[in-house]
Nanobody, 118 residues
Framework: VQLQASGGGLALAGGSLRLSCVAS????????MGWYRQAPGKEREFVAA????????YYADSVKGRFTISRDDAKNTVTLLMNSLKPEDTAVYYC????????????WGQGTQVTVSS
């Protein structure tokens, strides 16, 4: 399974960005999907997740109400819509796929940089 993330870039505080992650080589519709981020000098942290059937979504408290995760199984894509961006959202964002249903992510994308300026 390969995950290709895109959509990062530079945004002003209060602005929006949309991240996309396209999966290939597996059965996307059976995977729980997630987004994580890592800021310079910090550990990777959970951002959002969506269940394999799209019924359940989960968010870190820091992004709740601002970010929305969604999936399109027809396009093998998971999307993270980020609104009301803050400088503290600056990080490399990674998408991940949980294929084994063992509570851990099995596959990771390469990351896409998001920079928010004030």
């Amino acid at each position: 399974v390969q995950l290709q993330a895109s959509g990062g870039g530079l945004a002003l505080a209060g602005g929006s960005l949309r991240l996309s992650c396209v999966a290939s080589g597996g059965t996307f519709s059976t995977y729980n999907m997630g987004w994580y981020r890592q800021a310079p000098g910090k550990e990777r942290e959970f951002v959002a997740a969506i269940s394999w059937n799209g019924v359940s979504t989960y968010y870190a408290d820091s992004v709740k109400g601002r970010f929305t995760i969604s999936r399109d199984d027809a396009k093998n894509t998971v999307t993270l819509l980020m609104n009301s961006l803050k400088p503290e959202d600056t990080a490399v964002y990674y998408c991940a796929a949980e294929a084994s249903r063992q509570g851990k992510y099995d596959y990771w994308g390469q990351g896409t940089q998001v920079t928010v300026s004030s």
